[in-house]
């Protein structure tokens, strides 16, 4: 069994800084592309960064230049610094990976982990 587990969350004043982990854990073999995604109140889950297991990585067009996405394959723990943080990043924000076990690929999501950014 895999588990995604999120940290860091938090209120944060706007023009902040928080730094989000991911930790995967349980039977893995290895992990493919792994990612954030965040889901505002009323709002649908999108996408806000991707990183492959080479480090190739992808960013939403409102968090690009502000936020970092990184990962330690050694720890298997994925990583987003967050600065100069507006309202509008407010949300939960949710881990997702394609973990591979040693009998298949399967898509893993974490709990979440709340962010709030207000005055």
């Known amino acids: 069994q895999v588990q995604l587990v999120e940290s860091g969350g938090g209120l944060v004043q706007p023009g902040g800084s928080l730094r989000l982990s991911c930790a995967a854990s349980g039977t893995i073999f290895n992990i493919n592309a792994m990612s954030w995604y965040r889901q505002a109140p009323g709002k649908e889950r999108e996408l806000v960064a991707i990183?492959?297991?080479?480090?190739?990585?992808n960013y939403a067009a409102s968090v690009k230049g502000r936020f970092t996405i990184s990962r330690d394959n050694a720890k298997n723990t994925m990583y987003l610094q967050m600065n100069s943080l507006k309202p509008e990043d407010t949300g939960v924000y949710y881990c997702?990976?394609?973990?591979?076990?040693?009998?298949?690929?399967?898509?893993?999501w974490g709990q979440g982990t709340q962010v709030i950014v207000s005055s």
């Open positions: 990183i492959t297991s080479l480090g190739t990585t």
């Open positions: 997702n990976a394609d973990v591979r076990t040693m009998a298949m690929v399967r898509n893993y």
